[in-house]
């Protein structure tokens, strides 16, 4: 992060930062991330250390697990990111974790996609006259969060274009400030005008 330093940074305001739509796509993302984890490890710890959703295979609820634990670390760093991106002044530095953002968003769209038609086709074959209530239950649930799972990561996916096609059409002035800037403090930019533009 040591390129980060040399960046002229805004002062932090926490009331600005909560009303972002895309920190509160990441939270949805990181609650929904939490909730796939409890339902897949309790449902495992609840089947003696096998995984209840197929007798044969146990990679299902691995997958599910590590992507969990995966997403969540993304979105905590995403978080940082945005803490981050909203006092920067560099709008290259910022377009380009933008696109970084973008990405992360769509790969894991992917694959919790494929990790939601994976655990469905397992829990299809599944014996479920050997389990307990509960255990289907917590299954269910795992299931229905993976589907969320699929859709808070992309609106996510989504705020990210949108707030990228925002920042590639925001007129950036001399001063390294943006329109944005000169709105929210209600004082006027200064334009310079070159003498091959007269």
Request: charged share 15%; proline share 2%.
């Amino acid at each position: 992060m040591n390129c980060f330093r040399d960046q002229a940074i805004r002062p932090f305001r926490l009331s600005w930062y909560a009303k972002k739509p895309q920190v509160t796509c990441r939270i949805v993302c990181l609650v929904f991330s939490l909730v796939v984890i409890g339902c897949v490890a309790t449902a495992k710890a609840a089947n003696h250390g096998d995984c209840p959703i197929s007798n044969v295979d146990s990679n299902t609820c691995n997958y599910e697990f590590g992507l969990s634990v995966v997403a969540i670390l993304a979105v905590i760093l995403f978080l940082y990111f945005d803490i981050y991106l909203g006092r920067l002044q560099d709008f290259n530095m910022e377009r380009k974790l933008l696109v970084i953002d973008i990405i992360v968003d769509f790969v894991f769209v992917l694959l919790w996609f494929i990790g939601f038609w994976y655990l469905i086709s397992r829990w299809s074959e599944s014996d479920r006259t050997l389990l307990a209530g509960y255990v289907i239950d917590n299954v269910k649930a795992g299931l229905a969060f993976s589907f969320l799972c699929i859709l808070s990561w992309g609106t996510a996916f989504g705020v990210g274009i949108v707030k990228l096609r925002v920042a590639s059409h925001t007129v950036i002035y001399d001063d390294g400030t943006s329109e944005a800037d000169y709105i929210t403090s209600n004082q006027s930019p200064t334009y310079v005008i070159s003498n091959s533009a007269i």
